[in-house]
């Protein structure tokens, strides 16, 4: 059955992480305001949580799917495109809450990001309440 999963985490990265997937996904995924859906599953695995981002938007191209990390790459340059989202993204997941994130994607299947992020990713940490 369900059960609660429990991390000792940032919640900040998580709300900017999620936040940037899905504006990402409105951005890119589903231009035109065209309807689509967004999945986001998250299970337990040891001491890792895997995070499963997915859309059913247009999708990315092979060349572009090796650039999307990158700082400053946007396929909507002149159109309010950073090209910082996923960038961002990358950083958090690997620097703050020392994970790693992959991108599946082909064009008109899709997109899906898949986050393994450590339970505790400072385990020397003690949680000390004010």
């Known amino acids: 059955g369900d059960r609660a999963i429990e991390i000792e985490s940032y919640p900040g990265a998580f709300s900017q992480i999620i936040t940037n997937l899905i504006m990402n996904s409105l951005v890119h995924g589903f231009p035109d305001e065209r309807e689509g859906a967004i999945d986001m599953a998250i299970k337990q695995l040891g001491d890792q949580v895997i995070l499963t981002y997915s859309d059913n938007g247009q999708g990315i191209s092979a060349e572009n799917l090796t650039r999307i990390f990158d700082p400053f790459f946007t396929t909507q340059r002149g159109k309010g495109g950073t090209g910082l989202g996923l960038h961002i993204v990358y950083n958090l997941v690997t620097q ?3 994970g790693s994130i992959k991108c599946d994607s082909e064009p008109g299947n899709g ?13 020397s940490s003690v949680a000390v309440s004010s």
Do not use: E
């Open 111 to 123: 997109t899906t990001f898949t986050l393994l992020i450590p339970s505790m990713p400072k385990p």
């Open 96 to 98: 703050k809450l020392l």
